[in-house]
């Protein structure tokens, strides 16, 4: 048996750093550990509500994809359903003329969860402020910082990763700039991140209770060949309202439920297949992966549809009446359908339609090749003033509010996802897995769409799985307090210099995400790539 060195064995190396050993006595009691616990995640998230809420009311104008988002969410409040502006309404809207929409209904593609989201904040204050038709986006921002920061920890193991993440997040332009506009995307991404941490949580719940009726099952002389049906499911129950929610806000969502669908059943054959359960894979596919499908499809389906409330007990929504119009309703098998839902169903077909036939040319649009290397971000708000009046201490002052992220998060975020795929190939590492599988299914439907006119703001919706890459890989540069002292030094070295230079970037950045004044020298400074202006 051999002899553990002494500490002053000038033949071991030095493990961790002074640093560690800091650290470890600043959290040596249970107060301060759970202090840590939680006050991390919370002050990252307080950093996000300044940088989200500060100034939110600038500018005071309808900005880039609002006029459809904010006016319909205003008509919802008001009818139920999407009603119709006059032309050049969106200046009398800034201006504080609410009220001049008609009782027409105005044809929509998307479905109403979002915009009764961002209506909520107009529903409490009015919507003459600009500050109110964009404080729920922000507060949906804010949350998910410290929603990310939460998943990190549960896929870490790490409150340190975990706050690193939530800072990434917190202060990465493209999450600010979809903070203080009212689109739906910044929920979508809310509402699928919220359902991805509740199947990471029925994915540890389901095993535990797998492995608890199996031993049951043993100890009782049981034959364990295709081991237990487990209907309780909670988390799942969870997910499935969070990612009907999402599908609510944008049909993108589905692809979602669609991959954690999937996932679900993928983890649930190999915890059977490590509990020695004999025919694993039958059981998974034919026993289990149907009951995951009844708890998960048709409740997600059952809070889409209730998303569609105001238009079903309401007369004046667009195609609201198709189905009872002469030559419309549905004969034979689907005759029994209620006029209403046939009404509702024509409507998708004719939104479907829309979505797969956008093809008209903008100025900003982005192929979904290009998003992950944001080579041409979307250019939301732009102002000009030439009378020494603008307040950025020149004649000319130009405003912007520009979706460009931090170039250092994305770039590295970009690299650290392709390395994620090597790490999955090569160690099986479940954590790898589960972000990638997030990213796919927020990223990858959209290659099959390559000359629609899309923007690179859709890409929020799957930036906190490219986060998560980059924190992975983070970790495994910072080490661990018992690697070698050498090892350990560099890895603190080199993550706390690349999130000083993050933190500056952002700093540098943060006039053209919030509309400051600023010259046209200095907005010109930011086009590190010439597609960017």
Not at 292 to 319: E, K
Request: with cysteine; glycine share 8%; net charge neutral.
């Amino acid at each position: 048996m051999g002899v553990e060195p002494a500490d002053d064995d000038p033949y071991r190396e030095p493990r961790g750093t002074r640093l560690d050993a800091w650290w470890a006595r600043m959290l040596s009691t249970p107060g301060r550990r759970a202090l840590w616990y939680w006050g991390g995640p919370v002050l990252v998230t307080l950093i996000a509500a300044v940088l989200r809420f500060w100034n939110l009311g600038h500018p005071q104008a309808i900005v880039f994809d609002e006029t459809y988002y904010v006016k319909d969410a205003w008509t919802l409040l008001q009818n139920g359903y999407e009603s119709s502006w006059p032309e050049g309404s969106d200046a009398d809207f800034a201006n504080g003329d609410t009220s001049i929409f008609s009782d027409d209904p105005t044809y929509v593609v998307h479905p109403p969860l979002g915009k009764w989201m961002i209506s909520l904040g107009m529903a409490a204050f009015g919507a003459g402020d600009a500050f109110w038709w964009r404080a729920t986006t922000a507060l949906a921002g804010t949350i998910a910082v410290f929603l990310l920061a939460v998943v990190a920890r549960r896929l870490f193991s790490s409150t340190v990763l975990a706050v690193i993440a939530g800072l990434l997040f917190a202060v990465d332009g493209n999450a600010i700039v979809m903070s203080r506009v009212a689109l739906l995307d910044n929920w979508l991404m809310l509402f699928t991140l919220l359902g991805f941490w509740f199947v990471l949580l029925d994915r540890a719940q389901a095993r535990r209770l797998l492995e608890s009726r199996l031993d049951r099952a043993r100890e009782s002389g049981a034959d364990p060949a295709y081991g237990p049906a487990l209907w309780a499911r909670p988390w799942l129950l969870a997910a499935a309202l969070a990612l009907g929610a999402a599908c609510a806000v944008k049909w993108s969502g589905v692809y979602f439920v669609a991959a954690f669908g999937v996932y679900l059943v993928v983890v649930d054959a190999l915890a059977r297949r490590r509990a020695g359960v004999p025919f694993w894979l039958t059981a998974a596919v034919l026993k289990q992966a149907p009951i995951t499908f009844v708890i998960l499809v048709p409740v997600a389906a059952a809070v889409y549809l209730a998303s569609w409330t105001g238009w079903l007990v309401t007369d004046g929504g667009y195609y609201r009446h198709w189905a009872e119009e002469a030559g419309h309703a549905a004969t034979g098998l689907f005759s029994w359908v209620p006029l209403t839902l046939q009404s509702l169903w024509h409507y998708h077909e004719a939104a479907y339609g829309y979505h797969v036939g956008v093809h008209q040319a903008h100025p900003w649009q982005a192929n979904p090749l290009t998003w992950l290397l944001m080579i041409r971000p979307t250019n939301m708000y732009f102002a000009s003033t030439d009378d020494g009046s603008g307040g950025c201490g020149a004649d000319t002052c130009w405003e912007s509010v520009m979706g460009i992220g931090n170039p250092l998060i994305w770039w590295a975020a970009a690299a650290a996802s392709v390395y994620l795929v090597y790490r999955l190939a090569r160690y099986r590492e479940w954590q790898a897995g589960a972000i990638l599988l997030g990213l796919a299914a927020g990223y990858l439907p959209w290659l099959m769409y390559l000359n629609r006119t899309v923007f690179q703001f859709y890409s929020i919706v799957f930036e906190p799985y490219t986060v998560l890459a980059l924190v992975f890989v983070v970790g495994l540069v910072l080490g661990r307090p018992e690697d070698p002292r050498w090892r350990r030094q560099r890895g603190l070295a080199v993550v706390g210099i690349f999130l000083g230079f993050v933190v500056l970037v952002s700093a540098f950045f943060l006039p053209l995400w919030t509309g400051m004044p600023v010259t046209p020298e200095f907005r010109q400074l930011h086009f590190w790539l010439p597609t960017w202006g």
